[in-house]
């Protein structure tokens, strides 16, 4: 089947709710990931960790250690968030809170409010926070368009006042 025809197909499929599409997956509309109860505890705890922790998320080896989730039962657990949008990753090693992450979006606003072009050190700043989550999260935003990296400094994105959340 021709690439064309079968996203022609596959659109359909989901528009007429034969399929859902999750985080670039399809699947049945019936289908639904059952988790056992440790692993809806763990889930549990890893949005309390997230999401408490604001614009400064736990790292992937940390939330492992939290968990005491193997790598591979880490990952499984944060992809399902993902595609639920109960997280966002950032990076491989970071994975913030839709509501960090629209926080962060907001003060990027306010500081392109003031300024036409600001460097990661000066959003480094108005965030709060350290290079170590600063760096991920500026790249982030250029993925979204949020802001647009020229050389050394930032400038606005099309898509800054658009809400991410």
Same mark, same amino acid.
């Given at each position: ?47 309390? @960790?997230? @999401? ?22 880490? @990952? ?90």
């Amino acid at each position: 089947m021709r690439p064309v025809l079968l996203e022609a197909v596959m659109a359909h499929l989901v528009s007429s709710g034969e399929l859902v599409a999750t985080g670039g997956n399809l699947g049945p509309a019936d289908a639904q990931v059952q988790l056992t109860k440790a692993q809806r505890a763990a889930r549990d705890t890893l949005l309390e @960790q997230v @999401q408490s922790a604001g614009l400064t998320p736990p790292t992937f080896k940390e939330l492992g250690e939290l968990l005491g989730q193997p790598r591979d039962g880490l @990952q499984a657990l944060l992809a399902l968030c993902v595609d639920e949008g109960l997280v966002v990753a950032v990076s491989e090693d970071l994975h913030f809170a839709p509501t960090a992450i629209e926080q962060g979006r907001g003060v990027c606003a306010d500081v392109f409010a003031e300024e036409s072009e600001v460097t990661m050190s000066q959003l480094r700043e108005a965030w709060g926070i350290s290079r170590k989550f600063a760096v991920p999260l500026c790249e982030y935003y250029d993925e979204m368009e949020i802001t647009v990296r020229q050389g050394n400094v930032r400038v606005a994105g099309p898509k800054l006042a658009v809400e991410l959340a």
